[in-house]
């Protein structure tokens, strides 16, 4: 039988099969698992055409959903890269750092940009989950400060968009030190009267959510979002009782009044032009 298995099997497959067919043709939803075309859903920017679900997206792939065609430009974010800590769980911090920069070709959990969104000035810092869980350190505290410093000095809104699990354990209390400072970014661009829109995404959670994430001007969430301090598991196991089946989604804060609306993606440039429109003429009055 070796001579049909090494030999005859190898030819038939040749002949059936065509190597000009890519791997990455077909995606399948996470969500209702249905199967999806590639192309069709990088240009639905990570959205379902059959339920909706909005998987993350990439920080370059958000600023090209939501800025005017051609019109910003990528800020360089100073990266941390020193392990003040010499934390170690299954690898040391450096080396995950490393490994996960050569994965997402990314430098950290934060990229930032500056452009026009329906002419208007709008400065927008995206967190990337695919950089240990979106985990908020050091580099991302610089980069919601350079955002806001950039949004004061452009006379630019600012919109931050959080994708996180919260406080990046291997940075210890150096990450909970960017919670304070995302306030100062915060109120840096308050003080300057300029509007501060969030655009909560799934899942936003842990220090993120009790510091720059809950005080926008405008709160805004994508479809199905979880967003929340702690787990689900740990709320009931210290309440002692069962929470909704929708406890913690953009609806279910939307219907609590802590979301002001809940807009899916490819409606989000309109919304967001909208608001701008409104608070800057406002603010210029």
């Not at 997206?57 to 941390?80: G, I, K, N």
């Not at 787990?231 to 802590?258: C, N, S, W």
Request: charge should be negative.
């Amino acid at each position: 039988m070796n001579w049909i298995t090494n030999s005859v099997l190898p030819k038939i497959k040749a002949l059936v099969q065509s190597s000009d067919v890519p791997e990455n043709l077909w995606i399948k939803c996470p969500s209702c698992s249905q199967m999806l075309f590639h192309k069709d859903y990088q240009e639905a920017f990570n959205c379902c055409s059959t339920c909706g679900h909005h998987t993350p997206l990439a920080p370059e792939e958000r600023f090209r959903l939501l800025y005017d065609a051609d019109s910003y430009e990528t800020l360089e974010v100073v990266v941390s890269s020193d392990d003040p800590l010499k934390f170690k769980d299954s690898k040391r911090y450096p080396e995950r750092l490393k490994a996960t920069r050569a994965k997402t070709g990314t430098q950290d959990a934060i990229a930032v940009a500056k452009g026009e969104i329906g002419g208007k000035p709008v400065v927008i810092a995206a967190f990337d989950f695919r950089f240990m869980g979106g985990s908020m350190g050091r580099t991302v505290g610089d980069g919601l400060l350079l955002a806001a410093d950039t949004a004061v000095t452009e006379k630019a809104a600012l919109i931050v968009v959080p994708s996180s699990g919260g406080a990046r354990m291997q940075e210890g209390i150096l990450s909970l030190m960017q919670l304070p400072r995302s306030i100062l970014a915060v109120e840096k661009v308050r003080d300057a009267k300029l509007p501060y829109i969030v655009l909560l995404t799934h899942p936003t959670t842990g220090g993120v959510t009790a510091s720059f994430a809950m005080l926008g001007d405008i709160q805004l969430a994508e479809p199905g979002a979880i967003i929340g301090f702690a787990g689900r598991r740990v709320i009931e196991e210290t309440v002692r009782e069962k929470l909704p089946d929708d406890f913690q989604t953009a609806e279910y804060l939307q219907d609590h009044g802590m979301v002001d609306m809940v807009v899916a993606r490819t409606e989000q440039k309109q919304q967001i032009d909208a608001i701008l429109s409104m608070l800057m003429e406002a603010r210029a009055a």
